[in-house]
């Protein structure tokens, strides 16, 4: 028996340069988790994914890996992955699933890219596939892939998570019925439809009613061939990773850099991917309302705000890379002098330590996306914080807020609360700040990503074998 994890991105990259090649092992909270479950329940882990590799590049290299896991690249040719990722998964399904339908884009054509890229894949799956394999599929890009992969392996163990909202019912019928069919069609080919939160759990099972007309007992859909249990499962991180960072050696030269750097100064932090749905032109803006409420700030404080490059190929990407860019350039012209630069911007990523370094420097994280399925840099920043000191306001549209309860929650879209909270953040006490942080790190340490993964794939387990025995229910 072997876990079999579906996602786009390989937890491995393979680069080449002029003289060499370098591989790099992905140490992501999705690869740990399931690496760590398939070790603790001593059952072999295989990864499927789009490779970003060519075939040749991998066959000279699937040696030169840390085999703690086998790895099985899907190799889709450009432009075929190209509709499927960009054209569809990312134009349409990732816009209209964080509730900007206004910037779907659809066509024909990606919707095929991405049906014959969900079959290459369950082709895959099911080739590598054995009797009592659990398979565990990720994410928007693989909707079709649980009705496929039934098709194909009639009695195998499904699960099926999305780590991005699933949306009402109101907005998902923008869709064309075709695809709204293949789309519900297909997540019901699981064992087990994972979501966030309850609310996306309710959307899902709402929108299966009213478009195949399927009721649910106690969310089960009780099928033909299979039942498929729809529930929600809060992803989480790996707590002790972040908590501990805080005294590595690096860490601690790192902050006390900072620190000096910004020695008269508080610190507010944010990081995210460049992308439309982290709200940080909303974030800026409520910045800058501060800034002018606030005067009294003016000098001592600064706005470290780390974007990360993200899916560049997409107009829609550079539009508000360009907005956000203006909008700093505004605040540090108008409100800033030449002694001080409120907005300190970056459009790189940063490594490991020196994002612990950022959490533990910062006295307020300011996490404002206009929707988010969960949001893991607001558990993170909350983990590392082993002094107990700083503060996190998280947007109320993140799948977080649901359970991080002592956070001091915004709208997004209110600049003006916005501006109230930071005020509020920046001024709280130290023993406000302890009671907050001790509270939400009590949780994170119980619902870690551990946590996370074994709730989920012992659920699949469970509804799959009451199919077996052919329980009524
Ligand atoms: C999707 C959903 C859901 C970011 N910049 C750097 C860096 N990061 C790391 C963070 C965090 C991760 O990337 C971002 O995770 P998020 O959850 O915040 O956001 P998405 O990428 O949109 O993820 C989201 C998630 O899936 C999981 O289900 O929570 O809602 O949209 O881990 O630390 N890490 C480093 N340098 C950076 O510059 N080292």
Not at 255 to 282: C, M, P, W
Request: net charge positive; proline share 4%.
């Amino acid at each position: 028996m072997k876990i079999i994890t579906v996602s786009y991105r390989l937890p491995l990259s393979i680069k080449k340069s002029k003289d060499n090649v370098k591989i790099t092992q992905s140490a992501g909270g999705l690869a740990t988790a399931v690496l760590s479950y398939s070790e603790k329940s001593n059952v072999d882990l295989t990864w499927v994914g789009i490779a970003d590799f060519d075939k040749t590049t991998w066959e000279n290299n699937k040696n030169r890996y840390d085999k703690n896991f086998e790895v099985e690249p899907v190799f889709l040719e450009k432009q075929l992955n190209r509709m499927f990722y960009n054209i569809f998964s990312n134009s349409v399904l990732w816009a209209l699933f964080h509730y900007f339908p206004s910037f779907v884009e659809y066509t024909d054509d990606g919707f095929e890219a991405y049906k014959k890229a969900n079959e290459i894949v369950a082709q895959k799956v099911s080739d590598i596939y054995e009797p009592g394999d659990i398979i565990w599929i990720h994410d928007y890009h693989f909707l079709g892939l649980p009705h496929l992969l039934r098709k194909l392996q009639p009695d195998a163990k499904i699960g099926f998570f999305l780590h991005i909202p699933f949306p009402n019912f109101e907005i998902f019928r923008i869709l064309p019925n075709k695809v709204k069919k293949y789309i519900l069609n297909g997540v019901l080919g699981s064992n087990v439809a994972g979501f966030h939160t309850w609310d996306n759990t309710i959307h899902f099972t709402e929108c299966v009613e009213k478009i195949l007309g399927v009721p649910h007992k106690n969310f089960i859909f009780s099928q033909e061939s299979h039942r498929t249990k729809a529930g929600s499962f809060p992803i989480s991180i790996d707590f002790d990773k972040f908590h501990e960072a805080y005294d590595n050696d690096r860490v601690v030269t790192l902050r006390k850099e900072i620190k000096e750097l910004y020695e008269d100064k508080k610190i507010i932090f944010s990081v995210d991917r460049l992308d439309y749905t982290k709200g940080v032109t909303n974030r800026l803006k409520a910045f800058e309302k501060f800034l002018k409420k606030y005067p009294e700030w003016s000098e001592k404080v600064v706005f470290l705000l780390v974007l990360v490059p993200s899916r560049e190929e997409i107009k829609k990407y550079g539009e508000r890379k360009r907005m956000i860019e203006l909008s700093i350039g505004r605040i540090n012209g108008n409100m800033g002098n030449y002694k001080w630069t409120p907005v300190v911007y970056q459009y790189q990523p940063v490594n490991f330590n020196k994002l612990i370094a950022l959490y533990t420097s910062a006295d307020v994280a300011l996490i404002s996306p206009v929707r988010d399925g969960m949001n893991l840099v607001a558990k993170e920043y909350v983990a590392s914080r082993k002094d107990l000191r700083g503060a996190l306001i998280l947007s109320s549209m993140a799948g977080a807020a649901k359970d991080l309860k002592e956070a001091i929650t915004i709208n997004p879209f209110d600049a003006e609360m916005i501006a109230d909270k930071l005020s509020y953040a920046l001024n709280m006490n130290e023993k406000e700040q302890e009671v907050r942080l001790e509270r939400m790190q009590r949780y994170l340490k119980k619902h870690d990503v551990f946590n996370w993964a074994t709730k989920f794939l012992n659920e699949t387990e469970k509804i799959h074998k009451l199919d077996s025995k052919s329980t009524q229910l």
